[in-house]
């Protein structure tokens, strides 16, 4: 199923979206009027225009539900929603059309990449007030290594209601028929290591090329060429990746050759992890994972679980999930979580405010929880019967809570974009073996801080 296609898929949680009447006037040429006299002040009648991603799948449909319980608990407020199709980027695009009409939404969806460029736009509210003086939300139970990802130049800008840290998804048959101690087993033992994930990477990559009794190690870390992920690998090798200011990188650091090199050699020099051809052969399944030929793939958790489920029971084998092996500064993490956030420009920002931590109150995580859409956002809710009662036999509560106490909120700057194409073209160049590992990083530093100070 693979990280990058799995983020295609992903059910980005929670949904409501706004401005059905912007859509309307931004048709007409003139833009649509944010919400008028605020909820928090009068029972008066407040209209808030609402962005958001939409999906047709459950988790989508729910966040439908739950806007209808959001008017109905406040029903001076109309919510008008605009559910934008695509993905985050055909989101992003419909939601600059309106900002640039002077049409900003009162309420927006946020995706973590998406929080710098929001940030360095102006669009959002900081919702310091908003989080300090509303006890009854308790800001300090959500889980801050989530939170941080929607924090831009020392403001919080979004509240999260989806998390998926990252985990790792193994074939227990394929490890059990060839003799090989499992991920969990040495998880256990405190040895599921860096170095223990290439020596069984190595013992579970048997037969020749396509041929029938071929198996491999490892899938690829999908989108390795993202900046999250690279930043994650120099983490877990005791290093960063940025100066503390973030002006500067440190692509040619120690900590970073040697993370690079590590996963450079899996591929090019130890050949555990799955080719290109041997992805394509595979894919039919939906991903070289899914085949029940690939012992390991890092993932997503809860994300398109049902996937995994079917595949295995169709191809024969039984999963395994444990957290990511740690480095030598030992296990750190990345997720992808989602959030909404107040517009700036929004006249009614308490009433904005309301809708904005609706989706992270107990009963609405509760429901997405029992849905199987998300990890929990607040610490309260990881042992929360919504959650544990949702799990599959494979998916320990332990492993869950592990990958998100771990997570770091990567640095996502406004031109991130910019950034990956080089990251990819370089890592590109890694694999094909026209660049050693330190040409490659030595570009990129030059490359990158030369963008990172345009920036």
Known sequence: MGEINRLTRRRLSGGA??????????????????????????????????ATLYKEDPSWNLSKQQLAKFEAKFPNVKVQPD??????????????????????????????????????QGTLLDLAKHTSQDKAFNAGDLVKGVADHFAYKDKQYGVP???????????????????????????????????????????TTRGQAGSPDRTIGLAPISSINRLGRVERLVWQ?????????????MFSSPAALGA?????????????????????????????????KVAMEYGIARDAMTSPVEAASKNGFELGLVPLPKGKAGRQNIDGPQAYGV?????????????????????????????????????SMQKHKSFTGALRPFESPATLEESTKTVRAPHSP??????????GENWTAILSGSKSVKDA???????????????
């Open 83 to 120: 559910w934008i199709t695509g993905n985050t980027t055909d989101y992003l695009k419909k939601v600059q059309t309106y900002i640039a009409a002077g049409s900003q939404p009162d309420v927006l969806y946020i995706h973590y990449l998406q929080t710098s460029i929001f940030g360095s």
């Open 17 to 50: 979206a706004t401005l059905a009447g912007a859509v309307a006037l931004a048709a007409c040429g003139a833009p649509a009027a944010t919400g008028g006299q605020d909820a928090s002040k009068s029972n008066a009648p407040v209209t808030l225009n609402f």
């Open 414 to 423: 406004a031109n991130l974009t910019d950034i990956e194409t080089i990251l």
């Open 343 to 379: 517009g700036a420009a929004t006249k009614s920002p308490d009433a904005a405010w309301q809708l904005v931590k609706w989706w992270a109150e107990e009963p609405m995580q509760a429901e997405r929880l029992e849905l199987g859409a998300s990890v929990p956002v607040r610490t």
């Open 237 to 249: 090798n005791g290093g960063e990746l940025f100066d503390k200011d973030k002006t500067r990188s």
């Open 260 to 292: 690079m090199q590590f996963w450079a050699d899996l591929h090019t020099k130890d050949r555990v992890v799955t080719t290109t051809d041997e992805q394509r052969q595979l894919i039919a399944s939906g991903s070289a994972f899914l085949s029940g």
């Open 161 to 203: 209601w989806y998390s998926g840290p990252h985990t790792l998804l193994y074939n227990k048959t394929l490890f059990q028929k060839g003799g090989v101690k499992t991920p969990d087993e040495y998880e256990k033992e405190g040895k599921w290591t860096w170095d223990t994930l290439g020596e069984v990477a190595q013992k």
């Open 441 to 455: 990083m030595d570009e990129l530093q030059t490359q990158v801080d030369r963008l990172l100070k345009s920036s």
